[in-house]
């Protein structure tokens, strides 16, 4: 809960103070046990100045955990957005995992749609002491899908920190985290030997959910065509049209001439979209 805005430091004692604290930090003697200087530097990012907050966003991130608790209150309770902004970055930067609850908080209920994009930010680069928390987020039904979709882009960003969770998570009954796995774990079929996420994009395809199915049906571009695009091509009959309309994307993406015959018996499609697609995704594997 912010409290009353206060009036922040004058232009003149923010650059005094950035200064010194960066002669402090280039002589590596910067006194981190100070409370009043942190402190100061908390209330000097509601500088007007875009460059003077980042100056002392990166400050924090030199100094370290022994600022996080005064980033993590500023965040929590300071009245001016703009302070909050610039600790949910200073955070991203500090890399302390006491800030995760704070910044799920700021995530779901700050007023400030710029904060909770900072929180977003900050908690992708928590890693994997963010994953439990961002997994609630989606597999509650209390919160908007503006924070859904935070939560599962910074999922997606931590990657293979998060794969054991992810591995976890693909058994949800919440859609919206089934949905956030396969986009996550998209990123991780690359890296060799990960097996295990290529087999849940593969399960996920036939995923009771039309939009776990969708999700899934892009992501398996990124898979061997050899792999994907026998797996893919069952769904070309999928019920729902939306799944049908990834499925040929994604065909056209792997450029695998084994997707012609089964693509040119869909030029018949009654729908026109659908035509239009089959014609690109077949264009797209002729080149390829």
């Known amino acids: 809960m912010v409290t009353s805005e206060t009036q922040p430091p004058a232009p003149s004692e923010t650059d005094s103070l950035l200064a010194d604290v960066n002669s402090q930090l280039a002589e590596g003697n910067v006194d981190i046990t100070n409370p009043q200087q942190l402190k100061k530097m908390v209330e000097s990012l509601a500088d007007s100045r875009g460059m003077v907050r980042l100056g002392f966003v990166e400050a924090f991130g030199k100094i370290g955990k022994p600022a996080a608790p005064f980033v993590i209150e500023a965040l929590a309770n300071h009245p001016n957005p703009v302070v909050r902004r610039s600790c949910g970055k200073a955070l991203a930067k500090i890399r302390d995992p006491q800030g995760v609850p704070t910044l799920i908080d700021a995530l779901l209920n700050d007023e400030d749609t710029v904060v909770k994009s900072?929180?977003?930010?900050?908690?992708?680069?928590?890693?994997?002491?963010?994953?439990?928390?961002?997994?609630?987020?989606?597999?509650?039904?209390?919160?908007?899908?503006?924070?859904?979709?935070?939560?599962?882009?910074?999922?997606?960003?931590?990657?293979?920190?998060a794969a054991e969770h992810l591995y976890q998570a693909i058994h949800s009954e919440s859609e919206d985290v089934r949905m956030a796995v396969v986009g996550a774990i998209a990123n991780l079929v690359d890296e060799p030997g990960n097996d295990q996420a290529r087999d849940i994009l593969l399960l996920a395809l036939k995923d009771e959910s039309v939009n776990v199915r969708a999700e899934a049906a892009t992501s398996v571009s990124q898979l061997d065509p050899q792999l994907g695009v026998p797996n893919l091509i069952p769904l070309l009959e999928d019920p729902s049209q939306e799944v049908r309309r990834r499925v040929i994307l994604s065909l056209g993406k792997l450029k695998d001439e084994a997707a012609l015959p089964a693509l040119t018996a869909k030029l018949s499609d009654q729908r026109e979209e659908i035509c239009q697609l089959v014609k690109v995704a077949i264009a797209q594997i002729q080149k390829g």
Do not use: N
């Open 118 to 161: 900072s929180a977003a930010g900050a908690l992708a680069r928590m890693g994997e002491a963010a994953v439990p928390k961002l997994i609630e987020v989606l597999e509650s039904a209390d919160y908007p899908q503006t924070a859904k979709g935070h939560a599962s882009w910074a999922l997606a960003f931590i990657g293979s920190e």
